[in-house]
């Protein structure tokens, strides 16, 4: 095993293990890899759990399969068989999704939905198809999902480069690798990434093998803690690889060797790497969890190195894998409970800072703050509705289980006492290291709170705004059991709650249809009493069609 002198796992292990059990998580996994083989590797599973983590466990790495897609074409490109600046329409004769943006000539990047702008995620795309989407569990066939996308309408102007992540879009890149290579997608990625980097239990799809060796993973709310479905995504090339750490820790080495194995297969080249790792679209501000965006790759900086990866968030599994390629450093990083990216981001990076510090290119990462014990009295006082000076929003301060949550920004936001009344975000979604900006509370007034450098007022008044009676038929909740959407009136406006915890802000356009607005599904079109092919009536997100729940 390749060793780093100085680097101390125990001293990393106490840091996963911490969180683990300061967040309730039921286990994280790693591995941290040299681009001469492993450093160290492990499972930090919760006091009371048990479960038998070994090499044959699987993973689900969710959106980083999309690295795998972008490669998959990538080899067809150094073979002359793909230019990435034509139009898509060129390999799919049948995909001309509608532009209402045409001619506007907003932007440089022409008209044309290109495979370099899908990648990118600057083609426009709605973010989730009509079949095959994140909460559609029917998984349908891909060439289902994409000949449904190839009269879609665009949301961005494909011209403008703007950055909106759709994993519609990279089901598009999928199915243009089965059309030129003349294999399913499947049968193409096993047989040129997967076989010959020695990842022999990994798979795009799950069979019993692989369920058999699962981690157990969870979802949660405030209230408790539920074992997380299992099935296989209609878009697979978007994000359903099974993996284990030993499989992902030989894919990382080989992108760290220029893309070659150690025993001097080529998987890409180095020049195709380089190409996935310069920023073509970048990140709007506010987008959670994401850097600027290469072909595949998320790129951003780790103390001036260069790191590039990607996160992966599927149901009951948070995942990042990052790598330094002049460091020659990579890591993985897995969380078996949804939603807990923000954790597994943070440990990445002081995995890497370890590494780096130990190698004596770095500096070591900074000790983690530390908060107090919630008092009593903070659980006598604090709990209650508050309401903004200055716009009139309403928030509101629970208490779960022993901990607080602040329900803003339609998160569950845990907060801690650091000193007296000043209080931190610190929990499962967000905390240290994250890029939410209001991670700071100040109580220190009787009655009132200092959030997003604002005063909230606590009130018994939770909602004055009358329901605008056109609206009120259409409020409720959608979707499946496993994913459920709300429909609600907050503060006078048609506010969407989509994958949990994800609210967005919905402006009129006029005919029941809404403009949303929100980091997950931005410029995304909600339209009201739809009804899908048989009648049933629900809405609309984009072309995903969700039914009214009785």
């Known amino acids: 095993m390749t060793k780093i002198d100085n680097f ?9 293990a911490f969180e683990v059990e300061d967040k309730n998580l039921p286990s994280i996994s790693y591995s941290l890899v040299s681009r001469d083989g492993m450093l160290a590797t492990g499972t930090m599973q919760r006091k009371g759990l048990n479960h038998q983590f ?11 399969t999309k690295m795998f897609t972008s490669i998959c074409l990538m080899q067809l490109v150094e073979q002359g068989l793909i230019d990435l600046d034509v139009d898509v329409s060129n390999y799919l004769p049948d995909f001309r999704p509608k532009n209402p943006f045409s001619g506007e000539n907003a932007g440089p990047l022409g008209d044309e939905v290109t495979l370099r702008k899908l990648m990118s995620h600057t083609a ?41 992540y759709s994993n519609a879009g990279m089901a598009v890149v999928g199915s243009v690798v089965e ?18 980097l020695g990842m022999s239990d990994s798979s795009i799809s799950s069979n019993p093998t692989i369920l058999a060796n699962l981690a157990p993973a969870y979802m949660w709310t405030v209230d408790s803690d539920v074992p997380a479905p299992v099935f296989d995504l209609g878009g697979f090339p978007a994000g359903n690889i099974y993996s284990t750490l030993s499989d992902m820790s030989r894919y990382m080495i080989c992108l760290l060797r220029g893309g070659f194995t150690p025993e001097g297969h080529r998987i890409v080249s180095p020049s195709s790497l380089e190409q996935m790792w310069t920023v073509v679209g970048h ?18 900086q780790l103390d001036a190195w260069r790191s590039v990866g990607h996160g992966g968030a599927v149901y009951g599994f948070a995942s990042q894998i990052s790598l330094l390629p002049l460091a020659g450093l990579a890591i993985e990083i897995i969380s078996t409970m949804d939603m807990t990216n923000n954790i597994v981001n943070h440990l990445a990076d002081s995995g890497l800072r370890m590494a780096l510090a130990a190698m004596n290119m770095g500096s070591p990462p900074m000790p983690r703050r530390t908060y107090q014990k919630v008092s009593t009295e903070h659980f006598q006082t604090l709990p209650g509705h508050y309401k903004n000076q200055e716009n009139n929003e309403i928030v509101e301060i629970i208490e779960r289980n022993g901990k607080l949550f602040l329900l803003g920004d339609g998160m569950p936001l845990q907060i801690k006492p650091k000193t007296g009344n000043q209080f931190g975000v610190d929990g499962r979604l967000y905390g240290e290291g994250s890029d ?14 200092i959030w997003k450098n604002q005063s909230w007022d606590k009130t018994q008044v939770i909602d004055e705004t009358p329901v605008d009676p056109e609206l009120e038929p259409h409020l409720g909740t959608y979707g499946p059991d496993i994913n459920i959407t709300t429909l609600s009136f907050q503060n006078g406006n048609l506010t969407c709650l989509i994958e949990y915890f994800y609210s967005h802000i ?45």
């Open 283 to 300: 990140r709007p501000q506010g987008y959670p969890g994401l850097s600027d965006y290469g072909l595949g790759f998320g790129v951003s």
């Open 124 to 164: 426009g795309m709605v973010r989730e198809p009509k079949s095959g989407h994140y909460l559609d569990d029917s998984n349908p066939p891909l060439e289902k999902t994409v000949n449904e996308l190839a009269s879609s309408v665009l949301k961005n102007d494909p011209s403008a480069g703007i950055f909106s």
């Open 436 to 449: 939410y900006e209001f991670l700071d509370l100040d109580f220190s007034l009787s009655g009132k709170m």
């Open 8 to 16: 101390n796992q125990q001293q990393f292990e106490d840091k996963i």
């Open 506 to 550: 919905c402006t009129p356009l006029g005919n029941n249809r809404f403009k949303m607005n929100g980091s997950l599904y931005p410029d995304e079109i909600l339209e009201l009493g739809a009804n899908d092919e048989n009648g049933q009536p629900g809405i609309r997100v984009g072309p995903m069609f969700l039914a009214r729940r009785s």
């Open 179 to 196: 059309r030129v290579s003349g294999q399913t997608y499947a049968d193409y990625l096993s047989e040129n990434i997967l076989k010959p």
């Open 54 to 64: 070994t090499d044959k466990t699987r993973f689900r790495i969710a959106s980083q």
